[in-house]
């Protein structure tokens, strides 16, 4: 099994400009949700999934969108990137919302110039 | 709202002791806590999974305990090498979500 993962591992923005991180799972879980992780702030909750075509916010969702149109799917898009969007991001699946654990991606490393 | 908390933010021993990393929450009604590990400019690692009925689970030189009435955990790290330097999250889970603590950073000194 893959696990989750997550492309590209670094990327590199203009303020304004838009794009998308991308997420997949290979192991049926229902649960899916991003991070970012900031020095000083650690792990943030932005959006997160309890199934397919089910979304909701977390603790820092402005910038951000997500959907979830298949299970093994999650993509957090940047609307219009701003150099505060600079951070590490990571996303992470569970078999279902509650009790299971978690596996995380190895993370995205994004900086908005 | 439930808030997570590490004790220390950053820890330096001398190869070959044991040790106890602290990890504290104020909601005591969580569904599980789970230890993390993280080396620099990596993802995260999980370590051990200890469910809200249980009250410690072992994997290796690795023990955590879990006491949802004080709302405390606690990561022993036995006979530790320099191989176990790294940033030690801890996080629990309730409603669709987990917190993470900040985490406690590391040092084994050979």
């Known amino acids: 099994n893959a696990g989750v993962t997550q492309t590209p591992k670094f990327q590199v923005l203009k303020t304004g400009q838009s794009m998308t991180l991308q997420c997949a799972q290979d192991?049926?879980?229902?649960?899916m949700s991003w991070y970012r992780q900031d020095p000083g702030m650690g792990l943030r909750l932005i959006h997160y999934s309890v199934g397919a075509g089910i979304t909701d916010q977390g603790e820092v969702p402005n910038g951000y969108n997500v959907s979830r149109s298949t299970t093994e799917d999650f993509p957090l898009r940047l609307l219009s990137a701003a150099p505060s969007q600079t951070s590490v991001y990571f996303c992470?699946?569970?078999?279902?919302?509650?009790?299971?654990?978690?596996?995380f991606g190895s993370g995205t490393r994004l900086t908005v110039v | 709202k439930q808030e997570v908390t590490q004790i220390p933010a950053a820890l330096s021993v001398p190869e070959g002791e044991n040790l106890v990393l602290n990890c504290s929450f104020t909601d005591s009604a969580i569904y599980n806590l789970q230890w993390f590990r993280q080396d620099p400019g990596k993802g995260l690692t999980s370590l051990l999974l200890?469910?809200?009925?249980?009250r410690e689970q072992t994997s290796g030189r690795l023990n955590a305990s879990l006491d949802k009435s004080s709302g405390r955990s606690t990561l022993y790290i036995a006979a530790s090498q320099p191989g176990d330097s790294a940033t030690y999250l801890c996080a629990v889970d309730r409603d669709d979500k987990i917190i993470f603590g900040k985490g406690t950073r590391l040092h084994i000194l050979p």
């Open positions: 192991m049926n879980h229902e649960y």
């Open positions: 992470a699946s569970s078999l279902t919302a509650q009790g299971n654990g978690y596996t």
């Open positions: 200890i469910q809200s009925s249980q």
